[in-house]
């Protein structure tokens, strides 16, 4: 069974750049499940998709957020890590990483295995 960790800072500055790394076990992030997500959830709203990359290494980012982000792994690791920059408190929300075999799956939300989020909150 996959199992995916969160980790990273709980407290980020406005205008820095929030990194958040997601450990995956139990499945290799270059050979299972195609597409390795990052998902948010702001207090009081609904999950929103940031992007994923796939097994293949190529990635793809959610329109209203592709200018602050990136996405990379460590293969050797098996790690894939969230970089977001520019952050406003409005990026304050529980960030999940997830994988599911599929785009439309992916695009839907509908994922296999999540990890259990990270509460990151961006104040001064």
């Known amino acids: 069974q996959v199992q995916l960790q969160e980790s990273g800072p709980g407290l980020v500055t406005p205008s820095q750049t929030l990194s958040l790394t997601c450990t995956v076990s139990g499945g290799s992030i270059t050979t299972e499940y195609n597409y390795w997500s990052w998902i948010r959830q702001p207090p009081g709203k609904g999950l929103e998709f940031i992007g994923f990359?796939?097994?293949?290494?190529?990635?793809y980012y959610a329109p209203s957020l592709k200018n602050r982000t990136s996405i990379s792994r460590d293969t050797s690791k098996n790690q894939f890590t969230l970089h977001l920059s520019s952050v406003t408190p409005e990026d304050t929300a529980v960030y999940y990483c997830?994988?599911?075999?599929?785009?439309?799956?992916?695009?839907?939300?509908?994922?296999?295995?999540w990890g259990q989020g990270t509460q990151v909150t961006v104040s001064s």
């Open positions: 997830a994988t599911a075999p599929s785009l439309e799956a992916t695009i839907h939300l509908t994922y296999d295995y």
């Open positions: 990359i796939a097994s293949s290494g190529s990635t």
